[in-house]
Structure formats: C-alpha cells, structure tokens
C-alpha cells in the first residue's frame, strides 16, 4: 500500500504536537499546585530541598525533565494529594494521546 509522504510528516507532526502538549498541561500542573498553595518559586524549592530555577524550568512548557519523585515532592509540599496530582496528569496525558490517536486514524482513513 502506498502512504503518501505528506501523511507520513503529518503523522510525525500530530505525535509531536501531542508530546508538546503534555509538556504544557504538566508545566501548568505544577505552577497551578504552586500558586494555590501560594508559594513563591523560591519558597517552593526551599521547602522541597532545590532550588528555584530548577523550579522555573519544571514550570517550563519546553521542559521534558520531569520525574515522579520531584512531581510528589512538588504536591506534597504545595500542600496537594500527590495522587490526586499524578491522576490529573496521567489524565491529561491519556486524553491527550486518544485525541490524537483517533485523529491519526481518522486521517489515515482517507490516505488509502
């Protein structure tokens, strides 16, 4: 079966921009935990033991270095349910990647 180049690039496209978007919605999890705790970037990292740029960058929708452990740190310490936190962003995730999934089946659909 030929696949035409374009849907080759525009599946790589859809998987990046979803990748992209989970980024985002985590970058956003974590300064929504920060602010309704009403911490400082600084106070944050003071009470989880690092330091506040590494705070910035975790708010950072261009970072891809989150790990569980700093992300229950993080709601612990902003006073959140670590579970309920790593729900929402397995959620956010999870809705995310069907989202495009079922867009990349739809758009498969009409390349054959």
């Known amino acids: 079966m030929y696949i035409p180049?374009?849907?080759?690039i525009w599946a790589t496209y859809?998987?990046?921009f979803a990748r992209t978007l989970q980024q985002i919605d985590l970058a956003?999890?974590?300064?929504?935990?920060?602010?309704n705790a009403g911490l400082t970037q600084a106070?944050?990292?003071?009470?989880?033991?690092?330091?506040?740029?590494?705070?910035?960058?975790?708010e950072d929708a261009e970072y891809m270095g989150h790990s569980l452990?700093?992300?229950?740190?993080?709601?612990a310490a902003?006073?959140?349910?670590?579970?309920v936190?790593?729900?929402?962003?397995?959620t956010v995730i999870i809705e995310t990647i069907v989202r495009f999934s079922k867009k990349s089946y739809e758009d498969s659909r009409y390349t054959r």
């Open 5 to 8: 180049r374009f849907a080759v």
């Open 14 to 16: 859809r998987k990046t």
């Open 28 to 35: 956003l999890l974590v300064r929504e935990m920060r602010e």
């Open 43 to 58: 106070e944050l990292a003071r009470k989880i033991g690092t330091t506040q740029s590494l705070i910035a960058r975790l």
């Open 69 to 75: 452990s700093m992300l229950e740190r993080i709601a």
């Open 78 to 83: 902003s006073q959140n349910n670590p579970d």
């Open 85 to 90: 936190f790593l729900i929402d962003a397995a």
